[in-house]
């Protein structure tokens, strides 16, 4: 079993429809939770940064993290043409030190129709 | 833009070859991160390297190595290259050692032919 998985999908939503994208992971020691953007042949950015469990707001994002389901969501609302590119969750051990390095999963590919 | 650089854009090299790639962090970043990323494997770390000293390793092949130099930047050494290390590299960087602090770089994409 793979430590994070994630849908590939591709996902084709019109705009301004809610995404709902998702991951789950097997190892419960994870402790950060972190989503990032990636548009065609850039790299990642972070978006959303959450520790433990529960919700973070910015603006039309929003986290979620469900530690005992080993389940972590990030929801956009209002999609826009601009959302579409590559979302990718990631997880760490540990913020810093030797433990830290981030699992990411394979990435959703979201596309925002106008 | 991140802020950080990476140099070449492209590489096309043949089996057997060896090739470097070079990152240079954000100004003030001590912490340089190098990632694989490939249809298969996703995002893979590679390694990490703080203020010149190896700091965590990943799924780093043994072909692979790393450095980080005096003036911060970084170059990532494939050698005996095979058709499956064809892949984008990322660099990215942070001040400190924190997760949520990295800043990826656009990325090499290498072809191994």
């Known amino acids: 079993q793979k430590e994070v998985e994630q849908d590939p999908g591709p996902l084709s939503v019109p705009e301004g429809a809610i995404v709902s994208l998702n991951c789950t992971y097997s190892n419960s020691a994870f402790q950060y939770f972190m989503w990032y953007r990636q548009y065609s042949r850039k790299g990642p950015e972070l978006l959303m940064y959450?520790?433990?469990?529960g919700n973070k707001e910015d603006g039309r994002f929003t986290a979620q993290v469900d530690k005992s389901s080993k389940y972590i969501s990030l929801f956009i609302r209002d999609s826009q043409p601009s959302d579409s590119a590559t979302y990718l969750c990631?997880?760490?051990?540990?913020?810093?030190?030797?433990?830290?390095?981030?699992?990411f999963g394979k990435g959703t590919l979201l596309t925002v129709n106008p | 833009d991140s802020g950080v650089t990476q140099t070449p854009k492209h590489l096309i090299t043949a089996t057997g070859q060896r090739v470097t790639l070079r990152c240079s962090p954000r100004s003030g970043d001590l912490s340089v991160y190098w990632y694989q990323q490939s249809l298969d494997q996703g995002l893979q770390f590679l390694i990490q390297?703080?203020?010149?000293?190896?700091?965590a390793k990943g799924n780093i092949l043994e072909r692979f190595s790393a450095q980080q130099f005096p003036d911060l930047h970084s170059e990532l050494n494939l050698s005996s290259l095979e058709l499956g290390d064809s892949a984008l590299y990322f660099c990215a960087s942070s001040v400190g050692l924190r997760v949520n602090e990295q800043f990826f770089g656009p990325g090499t994409r290498l072809t191994v032919l």
């Open positions: 959450t520790y433990s469990s």
């Open positions: 390297y703080y203020n010149g000293e190896e700091r």
């Open positions: 990631a997880m760490s051990l540990q913020s810093g030190g030797s433990n830290y390095k981030l699992t």
